[in-house]
């Protein structure tokens, strides 16, 4: 995977959102309106976050990795958003407890063997405060999409 995978225009800085689908369904038409993913995109995150939850409290704030099916993506990208209020979304492997999600990266990849070597690349920057925190502090999409490119670069 040596092209970036953080792309400016899929970056969304004090997203405002009501709840989890609010999130994701922001996030699914920004990625939509850049070509990024099909019609069937959104419906298809939505309805797999419902059945299987991707919130991970992590020990600086609380990241969600929302993703779903190849057949969905045009071309591979991640989008991410900040999120200006934390929103409650169910935590990975259970059905029903929640966590305050304050950082989402919504992975469209278009195949799967890439979709898992980029998960394991995601779980070293949740591992490490430092990193949450520098993307947090990030105060444009500029700088943010340099940080993240540089962190999955760096395994």
Do not use: W
Request: proline share 2%.
């Amino acid at each position: 995977m040596s092209q970036s995978l953080i792309q400016e225009e899929n970056i969304l800085l004090s997203l405002t959102a009501s709840d989890k689908e609010d999130v994701l369904s922001q996030m699914s038409d920004l990625l939509h309106r850049n070509g990024y993913v099909k019609e069937t995109f959104k419906q298809a995150v939505i309805d797999r976050e419902h059945e299987f939850a991707t919130a991970l409290p992590t020990q600086r704030c609380s990241v969600a990795i929302p993703h779903t099916d190849v057949e969905h993506i045009n071309e591979r990208t991640i989008g991410v958003a900040i999120l200006e209020d934390e929103v409650p979304f169910v935590e990975m492997g259970t059905l029903d407890q929640q966590t305050n999600v304050k950082i989402v990266f919504m992975l469209a990849m278009d195949k799967v063997d890439d979709q898992l070597s980029l998960l394991q690349q995601l779980m070293q920057i949740f591992q490490s405060d430092d990193k949450l925190e520098s993307i947090l502090r990030a105060t444009d999409t500029t700088e943010l999409a340099a940080l993240i490119n540089q962190y999955l670069a760096h395994k």
